[in-house]
C-alpha cells in the first residue's frame, strides 16, 4: 500500500512538473504589468524558453523577441529573463526583470539601433539625426511610467545630421545617471568638427534643464559655422551656450 501511494505521489509531481515546464507562453503573457508600453505578437513556445515573431513600441516594429526565464527568482516574486530582440535596425541583449510592483529592471543589457529607424519627432527637428546608437546599460528602472534609476551609457557613432547638407560630427556620448527619476547625463564629444560637451539633468516633473556648449574647432566647415549662430549668440571663440 506504500508503495503504491509513493508511486502515485511521484507520479502526480512528475506530472506537475512537466505541466509547468511546457506551460504555453500565453498563458505567462496575462501575468505582464499593463504599464508595459510595448505589444507582443505571434509569441509562441514556453513561458520557459518563448519567442515572439515581432515586438511593437508605439505601433512600430522593433523585432523579434526570444526570452529563456529564470526559475529562482520567481520565489522572490519577481520574473526574470535573458532577451534577445533582433529587428532590421534594432538589435539589444541582456537581462530583463519585473517585479511586483510593476517596475521593469534592465541590467547588463546592450542595445544598437539606427536613428533613422527610431520613432523620433524629426519634424520639431531643425536638423534629422542621422547614424547609429549603442548603449550599455547597467541598470535602468522603469516604473510609474518615469525612469526611476539609471546607470548607462550611450554612444552615437557615426553622428550625422542632414540640414539639408550633411555633416559628420564624430562621435558623441552621453553619460546617464540617477536616482527616484532625478536623471543627469553628461554631454562629450570626440572625433568631430565641432565640440560639443555640457549636462541635461530631468526632474521627476518631467522638466528637462540643459546647460551645453557648442565650440567650433579648427576643422569646422564654413557651412556647419554659419548654421551655429541659429543656435544662440556666439562668444568671441565663436562658441555657443544653450542654458535653458
Request: aromatic share 6%; glycine share 6%; charged share 20%.
Amino acid at each position: 500500500m506504500k508503495r503504491i501511494t509513493l508511486s502515485l505521489l511521484l507520479f502526480f509531481i512528475g506530472l506537475t512538473l512537466f505541466l509547468i515546464a511546457t506551460l504555453p507562453v500565453r498563458f505567462g503573457l496575462q501575468f505582464l504589468p499593463d504599464n508595459i508600453p510595448i505589444q507582443i505578437t505571434g509569441a509562441q513556445g514556453t513561458i520557459w524558453n518563448g519567442e515572439a515573431a515581432n515586438l511593437h513600441w508605439q505601433n512600430q516594429s522593433l523585432g523579434r523577441l526570444t526570452w529563456k526565464l529564470h526559475a529562482l527568482p520567481l520565489f522572490t516574486a519577481q520574473l526574470a529573463a535573458d532577451f534577445t530582440l533582433a529587428g532590421d535596425h534594432l538589435n539589444a541583449q541582456g537581462k530583463a526583470h519585473i517585479k511586483m510592483d510593476q517596475s521593469i529592471q534592465l541590467t547588463d543589457t546592450r542595445l544598437h539601433a539606427e536613428l533613422s529607424a527610431l520613432p523620433i519627432p524629426k519634424a520639431h527637428l531643425l536638423v534629422t539625426p542621422e547614424g547609429a546608437l549603442n548603449a550599455v546599460i547597467r541598470d535602468l528602472v522603469y516604473a510609474k511610467n518615469l525612469v526611476q534609476t539609471a546607470d548607462a551609457d550611450f554612444f552615437w557613432n557615426p553622428a550625422r545630421i542632414t540640414s539639408p547638407v550633411k555633416y559628420d560630427l564624430g562621435e558623441l556620448e552621453l553619460k546617464v545617471t540617477g536616482n527616484n527619476a532625478e536623471l543627469t547625463g553628461k554631454l562629450d564629444s570626440r572625433n568631430g568638427p565641432i565640440k560639443v560637451d555640457g549636462t541635461l539633468d530631468l526632474s521627476p516633473q518631467g522638466s528637462l534643464r540643459a546647460d551645453i556648449q557648442v565650440s567650433p574647432t579648427q576643422t569646422t566647415p564654413k557651412e556647419l559655422r554659419d548654421m551655429l549662430p541659429m543656435l544662440g549668440k556666439p562668444n568671441n571663440q565663436g562658441a555657443i551656450r544653450l542654458k535653458q
